[in-house]
């Protein structure tokens, strides 16, 4: 649900993966439907992992508003570069949403070095079952 409330408008775009879970390309094209965001997939390289060389020619554009990637892929298990990304995303200045369901307690993960602006993570694959959302829109 909290992607809903990112203050996207026609014509911003959304930068994601191959690897991000499928249930989360629909509120996508739901926004992209109703809102007309335009949803672009990075490329990847040769370990599945979002290309980061792709990622920073696809950040000159100025209607990039948000990369929505997963901490590790659903799909194959490819662990994405994030440390590098949010760099990325800070210095271009749009937001940097994580998706860590899957990686976050199996993985090192620092807050400070990631420098994202949403987190999202189900609790229930390592404690309980809930969900919890972390924003930080002032990174």
């Given at each position: 649900?909290?992607f809903?409330s990112?203050?996207l408008k026609?014509?911003?775009i959304?930068?994601?993966?191959?690897?991000k879970?499928a249930?989360?390309?629909?509120?996508?094209?739901?926004?992209?439907?109703?809102?007309?965001?335009?949803?672009?997939?990075?490329?990847?390289?040769?370990?599945g992992?979002?290309?980061?060389?792709?990622l920073?020619?696809?950040?000159d554009n100025?209607?990039i508003?948000?990369?929505?990637?997963?901490?590790?892929?659903?799909?194959?298990?490819?662990?994405?570069?994030?440390?590098?990304?949010?760099a990325?995303?800070?210095?271009?200045?749009?937001w940097?949403?994580?998706?860590?369901?899957?990686?976050?307690?199996?993985?090192p993960?620092d807050?400070?070095?990631?420098?994202?602006?949403?987190?999202?993570?189900?609790?229930s694959?390592i404690?309980?079952?809930?969900?919890?959302y972390?924003?930080?829109?002032?990174?």
């Open positions: 649900m909290e809903y990112l203050p026609f014509g911003d959304l930068l994601t993966s191959t690897t879970y249930g989360n390309y629909i509120p996508y094209l739901q926004r992209q439907k109703r809102d007309g965001i335009k949803v672009k997939v990075l490329n990847e390289d040769e370990t992992a979002v290309c980061l060389e792709h920073k020619k696809a950040l100025p209607n508003r948000l990369i929505s990637l997963p901490l590790l892929g659903i799909h194959g298990g490819p662990i994405q570069p994030v440390e590098e990304i949010g990325l995303a800070r210095e271009a200045g749009v940097f949403f994580l998706d860590a369901c899957q990686g976050i307690g199996h993985l993960f807050i400070k070095k990631i420098g994202y602006h949403v987190l999202t993570r189900f609790w694959q404690l309980t079952c809930s969900t919890w972390w924003f930080s829109m002032d990174r």
